[in-house]
């Protein structure tokens, strides 16, 4: 079945460093790649997404590309800020499968920015 | 607008005991589903329901859960005889149309529950 890898937390950076967090998956067909955020006390939201190879998702800063050749879909952000702490999920859809596009998550990445 | 609600925030019930979850979609949103976030296994897919078609329970982890749409809305998660195991946040998300690639799945904040 459709799984998706991201790598382990957590990663503490200080303000201003560079973030990277790798995510790969493995899924059949065609899928749409996201990224979800998790802030301290708050739902699960949507970061960025892409849903067809070559896409670059962004928003906030962070960008992401769907890699289908690498099968990756690495987050990155140039210059975090103490508020970018939180928990980045990494997600697939089934795309134009008949189950309605349900996500599978990676186990989520926690990022800690120090002042 | 409103997002996505649901209740209680926060269940703790005995082990043995039936416990019930709401949730209450984006209004007209007409793709729903429940995901589990627990320490052991992640964020992971429970059920689907889009519009009035059978739900896809293929996530379901064993037959102590079941859910239910009425009227296409608000859903209602049951878990039976509930196990220490059960314990986790329960997530609601909705969607505007199932099987369009670019509509986001919006989440409510979750049901904590804790079996004791």
């Known amino acids: 079945g459709d799984s998706v890898t991201q790598m382990e937390g957590p990663v503490t950076l200080s303000e201003e460093a560079f973030l990277t967090i790798n995510c790969t998956y493995t899924?059949?067909?065609?899928?749409?790649l996201f990224w979800y955020v998790q802030y301290p006390g708050e739902g699960l939201q949507l970061l960025l997404k892409?849903?067809?190879?070559?896409d670059k998702g962004s928003n906030k800063g962070f960008e992401a590309t769907y890699r289908k050749e690498t099968t990756s879909f690495h987050l990155e952000k140039g210059s975090v800020q103490v508020s970018d702490s939180a928990v980045y999920f990494c997600?697939?859809?089934?795309?134009?499968?008949?189950?309605?596009?349900?996500?599978?998550f990676g186990g989520g990445t926690r990022v800690l920015v120090k002042p | 607008g409103a997002g996505v609600s649901q209740s209680p925030s926060n269940k703790v019930t005995e082990k043995g005991k039936d416990v019930e979850l709401r949730c209450d979609p984006i209004s007209g949103h007409t793709a729903l589903y429940w995901y589990r976030q627990s320490l052991g296994q992640g964020l992971e897919f429970l059920i689907y329901f889009q519009g009035n078609s059978a739900p896809d329970k293929s996530g379901l982890p064993s037959d102590r859960f079941s859910a239910e749409r009425t009227g296409g809305s608000v859903s209602t998660l049951t878990i039976q005889r509930t196990q220490q195991e059960d314990s986790a946040v329960y997530l609601c998300a909705s969607r505007p149309l199932a099987g369009v690639i670019d509509h986001e799945q919006y989440f409510g904040p979750g049901t904590r529950l804790t079996v004791t």
């Open positions: 892409a849903t067809k190879a070559d």
């Open positions: 899924a059949t067909g065609y899928p749409s």
């Open positions: 997600a697939l859809s089934d795309g134009w499968k008949a189950a309605g596009n349900k996500l599978t």
